[in-house]
């Protein structure tokens, strides 16, 4: 193509995005991976990000009724999510996430999304490639200004006050938790900080007077282990590292069908035993029957509990 033709067709593809475009972003998967990252470079860029609410029922209900029955719950709550969006923003952004951090690969179902979100939906949907092991995820964001059509050097500096932005976030995670740690909360982000799936089990846990410790994500640098999927990485360096006193238990909040946790859990169990840290798994589904969670919590508490009061009368 002569060049003077490829360059208007470049011009055409930036101009598609006008700086006031409305840009959607589920309240799922990625977005917890990355807090306040997305709306604040899309923000400062002048362009008007829309998240989508936080997860309710209703939310759920809508996940069982558009979603693949096979899918585990967080892409589930995926779809429920995009769909809110769709009719309400120019654009929906769903990034391809290949890695989270380096020498690591994030759950495969992660890499396929703008894929399956274009194919089911018809709607226009903004992507880039989020592969941390080639690219920190400031320049991911650059090239997601390019695209866009932005000054680089805008692009740069958005870019830059975003990750801040992310970084105060994650910050508070641990100021606020590790105060109060006693029981140690094993999930991936987008289970563990969506209030609607975890809330519930962090707050019973509270009136049974357990102080809780979800594992926050900060920490970049995993040592080196046979664990290659990015968020079962971290959650494994941190039942390795245990320690017994500071910790009496940990519970994992899983999802149902989830692969990783499937040939993960039994590893992190194994651990804790070792270790001699009480260790239970709580697998969520749509369903999420509040009772029946309630019974094994209070049973479980109880159980560490008389360990506890046994131990200290020895
Ligand atoms: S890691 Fe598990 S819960 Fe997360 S997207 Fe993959 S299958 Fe679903």
């Known amino acids: 193509m002569p060049m003077f033709k490829r360059r208007k067709k470049m011009r055409k593809s930036c101009s598609e995005y ?44 809508r996940a069982s009724r558009i979603s693949e029955a096979e899918h585990c719950l967080p892409m589930k709550l995926f779809d429920a999510h995009f769909a809110e969006l769709v009719g309400r923003v120019d654009m929906i952004f769903v990034p391809r996430t290949f890695s989270t951090m380096g020498g690591h690969l994030s759950c495969p179902k992660l890499s396929v999304l703008p894929d399956v979100a274009v194919l089911e939906n018809g709607v226009k949907v903004l992507t880039i490639d989020i592969d941390e092991r080639e690219q920190a995820i400031e320049k991911s964001l650059v090239l997601l200004g ?38 140690l909360i094993l999930g991936h982000p987008y289970i563990l900080y969506d209030d609607f799936i975890s809330g519930q089990i962090l707050r019973k846990l509270g009136k049974l007077g ?39 238990a940990v519970i994992q909040i899983s999802a149902f069908n989830c692969g990783c946790d499937s040939i993960m859990t039994e590893m992190f169990r194994r651990v804790a035993r070792e270790k001699e840290i009480p260790y239970m798994i709580l697998v969520i589904d749509e369903h999420m029957a509040q009772a029946g969670i309630d019974t094994r919590l209070e049973a479980f508490v109880d159980s560490v509990r008389w360990r506890h009061d046994a131990d200290s009368r020895t």
Request: glycine share 4%; net charge positive.
């Open 210 to 248: 357990v102080y809780v410790e979800p594992i926050t994500f900060c920490d970049q640098s995993v040592s080196e282990s046979f664990v290659k999927w990015d968020t079962s990485s971290k959650m494994y360096e941190k039942v390795r590292l245990l320690d017994s006193d500071e910790y009496s």
């Open 18 to 61: 006008r700086s006031s475009s409305r840009i959607g972003i589920p309240r799922a998967l990625y977005y917890f991976y990355y807090p306040e990252l997305w709306e604040s470079f899309f923000g400062s860029l002048g362009f008007v990000p829309v998240v989508s609410g936080e997860t309710t029922k209703e939310t759920v209900v």
């Open 146 to 183: 390019k695209m866009l059509g932005v000054d680089k050097k805008l692009a740069r500096s958005a870019a830059f006050q975003a990750k801040e932005k992310m970084l105060e976030v994650l910050a508070r995670r641990i100021m606020v938790r590790t105060i109060r740690a006693r029981f």
